[in-house]
């Protein structure tokens, strides 16, 4: 399973932008990457997941280079809700059962 | 049920007792995975259940430590002989599927908190 490196916190505030940038430097080819957001007191939630360029959804996007090395997870306009630690995993079902491999994550807290 | 549920919510037990973790995953997932979360510590897997296959046994930390899955639905995790290392939040998660060449969405439970004094 490749290894993923993020910061271990970040503070930003209500209505800004925030990028949170995941280092995954041996993904393999068949690896998509996936982040999960996790509140405290509960169990981590899907945000989103993407293999190359660009997804976006209600909730975030996730922008991937060409070389797929990093993925950085961008929140729009946040609010005070979206404290939370964010998690990002690298891996792929055929080659690892499924299992998913957490690291650390970050921690976002927004500042009123 | 609409999600994944856990029983018990909270669990204190003493040194030396056995416990016993129950998970309900959603109706018709197949795959189902047990994982430790320890205070302030991200998640580390214990064990994956699909469908009729030999369940994935690689992350128990010990032998005290064991799953079942009867009837591919509802789910025990057994810490035997407990130890206050032992301390955590045990969460559980279904998918439908372990998935192919895609991660597909793990659904989570709430978790049950686990505490040996």
């Known amino acids: 399973l490749a290894k993923t490196t993020q910061p271990i916190s970040m503070d930003s505030y209500e209505g800004q932008e925030v990028n949170i940038t995941c280092s995954h430097n041996?993904?393999?080819?068949?690896?998509?990457i996936t982040w999960y957001q996790q509140f405290p007191s509960q169990g981590p939630r899907f945000i989103i997941q993407?293999?190359?360029t660009k997804v976006t959804n209600e909730v975030a996007s996730l922008f991937i280079p060409a070389d797929r090395k990093s993925s950085t997870l961008s929140l729009p306009r946040v609010s005070l809700s979206d404290t939370a630690v964010y998690y990002c995993?690298?891996?792929?079902?055929?080659?690892?059962?499924?299992?998913?491999?957490f690291g650390q994550g970050t921690t976002l807290q927004v500042k009123p | 049920g609409a999600g994944v549920s856990q029983s018990p919510s909270n669990k204190v037990t003493e040194k030396g007792k056995d416990v016993e973790l129950r998970c309900d995953p959603i109706?018709?997932?197949?795959?189902l995975y047990w994982y430790r979360q320890s205070l302030g510590q991200g998640l580390e897997f214990l064990i994956y259940?699909?469908?009729?296959?030999?369940?994935?046994k690689s992350g128990l930390p010990s032998d005290r430590f064991s799953a079942e899955r009867t009837g591919g639905s509802v789910s025990t995790l057994t810490i035997q002989r407990t130890q206050q290392e032992d301390s955590a939040v045990y969460l559980c998660?279904?998918?439908?599927?372990?998935?192919?060449?895609?991660?597909?969405?793990?659904?989570f439970g709430p978790g049950t908190r686990l505490t040996v004094l």
């Open positions: 041996n993904i393999a080819t068949n690896d998509y």
């Open positions: 995993l690298v891996g792929n079902g055929s080659s690892n059962t499924g299992k998913l491999i």
């Open positions: 259940f699909q469908g009729n296959s030999a369940p994935d």
């Open positions: 993407g293999y190359k």
């Open positions: 109706s018709g997932h197949t795959a």
């Open positions: 998660a279904s998918s439908f599927s372990s998935g192919l060449a895609v991660f597909n969405e793990q659904f």
